[in-house]
């Protein structure tokens, strides 16, 4: 069935953070930020870092309910997060078949009939990358060769990091040699947990050492950390390490990415660039599955790090079924109707 334009006529989305009509408009910014060189550890910084659970609680709380989108700018902020969405497939049972035909999907992640009811197709829509294991880069560099679309790969004994050590730092330098651009590597919670944050700091560094020039993804699995405390600790530790992005969860925990979380994990963000000057990414990761919730977590960036944190280069949405709802209110959207989920196959 297709899609088509009905009365009255639609007004042409305009992603947060784009000019106005008639002027330039780029998918993305053309240029990445300079990345992050770390810095010496500051274990006084770290130690007297607080949080404090109610008042993050309560402005979570707030977010979803201070700033809400509507029509077309809901249509162009859903836009937005399509280009920043890591397409993600880590399941057991991945195949070169599964990984192929999710590159299929991140080079055209709408369907035809609704990129032309949007009038979007000059923008060029792609998702931010896409995240398989080690096991798959090859095919998924093969499949996306040509589309600017980065390749992901989970490392270090993803997801609990419990590998030996020189083990997960091959993994990593053998995910960069096969082509990945971007590598998700996950802590050893232990040492936050236990606050040692001398041997996560070494540990980091070493991951982004044996990244080279592939982005760096620092994933904490906040989940298994315990207090908001030990978070906002162990985001900053990261970043000191070199963290190109730091990362809420696996998606393999009981507790993946909440907004309280990823309000302590910004703040620290925005603390740091204050400190430093260098810009450092967020990836929330499991759990995305709506639309609502992903304009949530665009509210949350914009309200706290600004629209400079809107793009790929510095935010990213670790999901696998998300772009299928998001195709849904956009269909919606476009004709007042909302299709079948099984319209919208995945893999």
């Known amino acids: 069935m297709t899609v088509t334009r009905g009365e009255p006529r639609l007004r042409r989305p305009r992603a947060p953070g784009t000019p106005a009509s008639g002027e330039r408009q780029d998918a993305l910014p053309p240029v990445l930020p300079e990345r992050n060189p770390g810095t010496p550890l500051d274990l006084d910084l770290i130690r007297t870092m607080r949080v404090n659970r109610s008042a993050v609680e309560r402005r979570a709380a707030t977010l979803p309910k201070r700033r809400t989108v509507k029509k077309e700018w809901q249509a162009a902020w859903l836009l937005r997060a399509i280009t920043c969405i890591d397409l993600t497939t880590l399941q057991g049972d991945d195949t070169p078949g599964n990984v192929l035909r999710l590159c299929a999907k991140a080079r055209a992640p709408l369907r035809r009939d609704l990129v032309d009811a949007l009038d979007v197709g000059q923008l060029g829509i792609t998702v931010g990358a896409v995240c398989v294991y080690h096991a798959l880069v090859p095919t998924a560099v093969q499949a996306l060769e040509g589309s600017g679309i980065p390749v992901a ?61 592939a982005r760096i993804k620092v994933i904490l699995a906040t989940g298994e950390l315990a207090t908001l405390t030990n978070v906002a600790r162990a985001s900053l530790v990261a970043m000191m390490a070199g963290a190109d992005f730091i990362k809420t969860s696996t998606g393999k925990e009981p507790v993946n990415a909440t907004l309280p979380v990823g309000l302590v994990m910004v703040r620290m963000i925005r603390e740091y660039h204050e400190r430093t000057g260098a810009t450092v990414g967020f990836k929330p990761a499991g759990g995305i599955r709506s639309a609502k919730t992903a304009l949530d977590w665009l509210i949350l960036m914009k309200e706290e790090l600004g629209d400079a944190w809107l793009h790929a280069d510095r935010f990213r949405l670790g999901a696998s079924t998300l772009l299928t709802d998001i195709e849904r209110q956009l269909e919606h959207f476009v004709s007042g109707h909302y299709s079948a989920a099984h319209r919208h196959p995945m893999v």
Do not use: K, M
């Open 153 to 213: 790969a989970v490392s270090t004994g993803f997801p609990a990091g419990l590998n030996p050590f020189p083990q997960r730092l091959q993994e990593v330098r053998a995910s960069v040699e096969a082509g990945a651009d971007e590598i998700d590597v996950v802590i050893t919670r232990a040492h936050a947990l236990t606050g040692d944050w001398l041997a996560l700091y070494d540990e980091v560094r070493a991951f982004r050492d044996a990244c080279g020039a």
